[in-house]
């Protein structure tokens, strides 16, 4: 809880501090008084530096009352924490503002996020070996084959990443499959000129039909939902009725 402070103070150990330690907090404490807080006169010290003495407590009682702490020995982690707030408002009182402290310092390098790699272009594709799994790979997926190996793969990637995946096999199962239609016997209504844009339009013609009727088949089963919310009549025999 101490870590920040004890960094903006220079501390050896910021992370590592434990106030419950004895002998660690009475060196912290001595630290503290010696470098940051100079309250006392160096020859007025003696009795916080005697660390080992059993009146220690006593002296470290009789320094809070002398730096004015409003907290007691028996809150020890309240008092740390108040004299630690007081070290740093004497250093930086010392040294200046934290901007007048730190603005000498050489400006860091100012470094674009580094986007993730491309882990292809790492791969030799003068390899035969990776050459020859390459072209096993593309004509078993039916690629069309590329000077590039590197180019072959990323179309590989690309196939199983949109094809190949659980849930495109899994939504491609649930399509339907479609019947032979033979279009000779529909009549587009008019013409291009050309066989083959003509035998285009009439495809793309029962595409659309095709999804016409689909939103027809949704628009009715919409009107029957509604239907059945507020065409549900009840019959009052007490009055003879017919409706709610």
């Known amino acids: 809880m101490f870590r920040r402070k004890l960094t903006a103070l220079d501390y050896h150990n910021p992370s590592g501090f434990d ?6 907090f009475r060196n912290f404490i001595v630290w503290l008084e010696d470098q940051k807080i100079r309250h006392y ?6 009795n916080l530096r005697n660390i080992p003495s059993s009146e220690w407590p006593k002296s470290f009682e009789q320094y809070l009352q002398d730096v004015n702490c409003p907290f007691s020995v028996q809150e020890r ?4 924490d108040w004299l630690l707030g007081l070290a740093v408002r004497f250093e930086y009182g010392d040294n200046g503002s934290p901007v007048e402290k730190y ?3 050489p400006p860091a390098t100012a470094t674009k996020a580094e986007k993730p790699s491309d882990p292809l272009i ?5 390899n035969p070996d990776f050459k020859a799994g390459v072209m096993g790979l593309a004509n ?3 690629i069309q084959r590329h000077d590039d190996y590197l180019v072959m793969l990323k179309a590989i990637r690309i196939l199983i990443q949109e094809r190949l995946t659980p849930e495109a096999i899994a939504k491609a199962r649930q399509s339907k499959e479609g019947l032979p239609v033979a279009l000779d016997k529909h009549i587009l209504g008019f013409d ?5 844009l003509n035998e285009a339009a009439q495809i793309l013609r029962l595409l659309h039909i095709e999804e016409l009727r689909d939103l027809q088949t949704r628009i009715n089963e919409a009107i029957v939902a509604v239907q059945a919310i507020i065409a549900d009549p009840k019959t009052d025999h007490r009055l003879g009725k017919v409706g709610r």
């Open 103 to 105: 603005k000498n310092c």
């Open 122 to 126: 790492h791969l030799d594709s003068n």
């Open 41 to 46: 006169k160096i020859e007025d010290r003696g």
């Open 140 to 142: 078993m997926l039916k």
């Open 192 to 196: 291009t000129g050309d066989a083959t």
């Open 19 to 24: 106030c419950n330690d004895e002998t660690e």
């Open 77 to 80: 982690q309240e008092s740390v």
